[in-house]
């Protein structure tokens, strides 16, 4: 099972290595949005969300 | 694009569930204790120790106060307004893990089930709750802090160095990984959190010991219900992508 898993990981075929990036992105991209934003309104918008996921806040 | 598009699908599912208990779990946790807190933020600055005083009063003379929330931005209505925005940003930021989530478990092969979705879901609270939490304990309003952007980038790098720390170890199996692995998960801490230069705060102490035992309490549940549900979803569809698109070939190479 180990070594299985360690082959697929290494021979990942290249028609998945763009939607998997692409997902990863648009997830990281989200979470950035919600989480960091600097802008006031989204802070104001998520503040409790933001301070009960342990996010660096204010 | 099928791929992409049940990925999309799969964390979107099980991000509004998990979300939706999230925000449950935070009602009755974390988020009466951040109301309190408010009063003591609120109150605190040069008025002194007024708690009595009007809120809107004291809200009114806050802007002297080191808090950025400028008078000027909008911000929900406390109340019912609030919780559903809360409730919103609680799924959005559900959805975006579970996107991370399934991206990186198909990198390695999959989830294969609930139980490896679990397992990438505690990966999940590890690298993104408990190891930037050690540097950066969740916060209530109204505790001092250092800068937010260095804060921002040091919570960032914990949690990549300790999400590459933790597959080093699931997916190699050499000692040189190993080592890499440990470097990784440690290094962060060694640096140290970006801290403010003073830690004194009108929020009493068993406020925030109480509050950083139910984000810790309440982020497990989250990210292991998270993963284990995005496990479940995702063989779903992936039952459906290879019954339909793939049937022809992959049938042929059993």
């Known amino acids: 099972m180990v070594t299985n898993s360690a082959a697929t990981a290494v021979g990942i075929s290249a028609s998945k290595i763009i939607p998997l990036s692409m997902t990863a992105l648009l997830g990281l991209f989200i979470v950035g949005f919600v989480g960091f934003s600097h802008l006031e309104v989204v802070h104001n918008a998520a503040h409790d969300t933001r301070h009960s996921l342990a996010f660096p806040c204010h | 694009m099928s791929l992409f598009r049940n990925i999309v699908f799969t964390a979107v599912i099980a991000g509004l569930l998990s979300g939706l208990l999230l925000t449950v779990m935070q009602s009755f946790s974390t988020v009466p204790l951040i109301l309190q807190a408010e009063v003591f933020e609120n109150a605190a600055p040069e008025t002194g120790h007024s708690h009595d005083a009007a809120p809107a009063a004291a809200g009114a003379?806050?802007?002297?106060?080191?808090?950025?929330?400028?008078?000027?931005?909008?911000?929900?209505?406390?109340?019912?307004?609030?919780?559903?925005?809360?409730?919103?940003?609680?799924?959005?930021?559900?959805?975006?893990?579970?996107?991370?989530?399934?991206?990186?478990?198909?990198?390695?092969?999959?989830?294969?089930?609930?139980?490896?979705?679990?397992?990438?879901?505690?990966?999940?609270?590890?690298?993104?709750i408990l190891a930037p939490g050690l540097g950066l304990p969740p916060e209530l309003p109204g505790m001092p802090a250092a800068e937010l952007g260095p804060?921002?980038?040091?919570?960032?790098?914990?949690?990549?160095?300790?999400?590459?720390?933790?597959?080093?170890?699931?997916?190699?199996?050499?000692?040189?990984?190993?080592?890499?692995?440990?470097?990784?998960?440690?290094?962060?801490?060694?640096?140290?959190?970006?801290?403010?230069?003073?830690?004194?705060?009108?929020?009493?102490?068993?406020?925030?010991?109480?509050?950083?035992?139910?984000?810790?309490?309440?982020?497990?549940?989250?990210?292991?219900?998270?993963?284990?549900?995005?496990?479940?979803?995702?063989?779903?569809?992936?039952?459906?992508?290879?019954?339909?698109?793939?049937?022809?070939?992959k049938l042929a190479s059993r």
């Not at chain 2, 909008?74 to 809360?86: C, H, N, Q």
């Not at chain 2, 799924?91 to 198909?106: N, Q």
Request: charged share 15%; aromatic share 12%.
């Open chain 2, 61 to 128: 003379a806050a802007p002297a106060a080191e808090h950025q929330h400028g008078e000027e931005a909008w911000a929900p209505a406390d109340g019912f307004e609030r919780f559903i925005y809360t409730a919103a940003a609680d799924m959005l930021s559900a959805i975006g893990f579970a996107l991370v989530l399934v991206a990186a478990s198909e990198a390695f092969g999959g989830f294969k089930g609930w139980r490896g979705g679990l397992m990438f879901g505690i990966a999940g609270f590890l690298a993104v």
């Open chain 2, 151 to 249: 804060r921002q980038i040091w919570w960032v790098s914990t949690a990549v160095c300790t999400a590459i720390g933790l597959g080093l170890i699931a997916y190699t199996r050499s000692a040189v990984f190993a080592a890499l692995a440990i470097v990784l998960l440690i290094a962060p801490h060694l640096v140290g959190a970006p801290l403010p230069p003073s830690h004194e705060t009108a929020v009493p102490m068993d406020l925030h010991a109480r509050f950083v035992n139910a984000v810790y309490a309440t982020n497990l549940v989250f990210w292991a219900v998270l993963g284990a549900l995005t496990g479940v979803v995702r063989e779903r569809f992936r039952a459906g992508e290879e019954a339909s698109a793939g049937s022809p070939a």
